[in-house]
Nanobody, 126 residues
């Protein structure tokens, strides 16, 4: 089973950028659809973005389109989340998640992903 470790979180001013990384331990990383979720204090965990096994297909939460970009490097077993024009409302713990298998248009819920990282805190100050 794949293990995930996120990094790259931190404190940034509104309008700034951060790039999150998620390193996977498994040699079969290429067979996992990868996703990012986030959870703000007092709120439920929500879908941010996901990427297919090859990286050719991506999707985003509607409210984040144009500011966030997901990518993956299968040679490095790593998935990234580039976050630009950050807003205070982007403050949350960001989680990397993995689901074995290729693209399924319906899989955007927390329960659809079996493996999770420990999360990385992103704080955007106003």
């Amino acid at each position: 089973q794949v293990q995930l470790v996120e990094s790259g979180g931190g404190l940034v001013q509104a309008g700034g950028s951060l790039r999150l990384s998620c390193a996977a331990s498994s040699r079969t990383f290429v067979r996992y659809t990868m996703a990012w979720f986030r959870q703000a204090p007092g709120k439920e965990r929500e879908f941010v973005s996901r990427i297919s096994t090859s990286g050719s297909t991506t999707s985003y939460a509607e409210s984040l389109k144009g500011r966030f970009t997901i990518s993956r490097d299968n040679a490095k077993n790593t998935v990234y989340l580039q976050m630009n024009s950050l807003k205070p409302e982007d403050t949350a713990v960001y989680y990397c998640a993995a689901r074995f298998g290729d693209w399924d248009a319906t899989k955007v819920k927390v329960d659809d992903y079996a493996t999770w990282g420990q999360g990385t805190q992103v704080t955007v100050s106003s």
